[in-house]
């Protein structure tokens, strides 16, 4: 079933896996995360052609977690100094803490090939993090993009439980993308899953006027 999140006169949707069956972690699961991107945020990246590219339809591709780390293709997960990596909890996590990795950041990198899921080419993907972070907590969001473009916040800093987006623009089909959150201050965090999807369908008034 499709998620949906209504804020004001927006609505942005997301579907869930075609596969979703076998995906622990739901796409449903990240209307918990309070998102980085607000619809007004999305609004303007249309208004600004940045989400021209790419199929029409809106689909989530992959939901990568704990204890679902490969997908299709070459799509992969890789954890960069986890202090735990717990796969049967109620809701599976990897947890980090900075202070228990003096030289090397924490990170969480999930790497992507479009052509395993149908992509034949250039597209804009969108990598949405959910991320719980007790106490406050800094991360960079990073990516690759080959001859693309990669959109994410310079660093972002909070508490609680939040969705960290990385968007890949004008990706090519065979190329093994990648989107990641690497954290450079802070305590103890954990991560949940990530989802791998085309830009979400805008329900409102996107033209100006």
Do not use: C
């Not at 796409?27 to 995360?33: K, R, T």
């Not at 590219?53 to 960069?80: A, F, K, Q, Y």
């Amino acid at each position: 079933m499709p998620h949906i999140v209504t804020i004001s006169r927006v609505m942005l949707m997301f579907s869930a896996p075609d596969d979703a069956a076998d995906h622990p972690a739901r796409s449903d699961a990240f209307a918990e995360f309070e998102s980085d991107l607000t619809a007004e945020d999305w609004i303007a990246k249309y208004r600004a052609g940045d989400l021209v590219r790419g199929p029409l339809h809106w689909s989530t591709l992959e939901v990568i977690s704990p204890t679902r780390t490969i997908g299709r293709g070459r799509t992969n997960l890789t954890l960069i100094r986890p202090t735990i990596l717990q796969t049967d909890a109620a809701e599976p996590f990897a947890g980090f803490d900075l202070r228990e990795s003096p030289n090397r950041n924490p990170a969480v990198s999930v790497h992507f090939r479009p052509s395993a899921y149908g992509a034949t080419g250039v597209a804009t993907y969108v990598f949405t993090f959910a991320v719980d972070a007790p106490t406050r907590a800094h991360f960079t969001p990073g990516g690759y993009a080959g001859s693309g473009t990669v959109d994410a916040a310079g660093s972002i800093r909070f508490s609680g439980r939040r969705a960290i987006t990385v968007i890949l623009r004008d990706v090519p089909p065979g190329l093994d993308a990648s989107a990641s959150i690497e954290q450079t201050d802070g305590a103890s965090w954990s991560w949940f899953s990530t989802r791998i999807s085309l830009p979400p369908i805008v329900i409102g008034p996107i033209a100006d006027g």
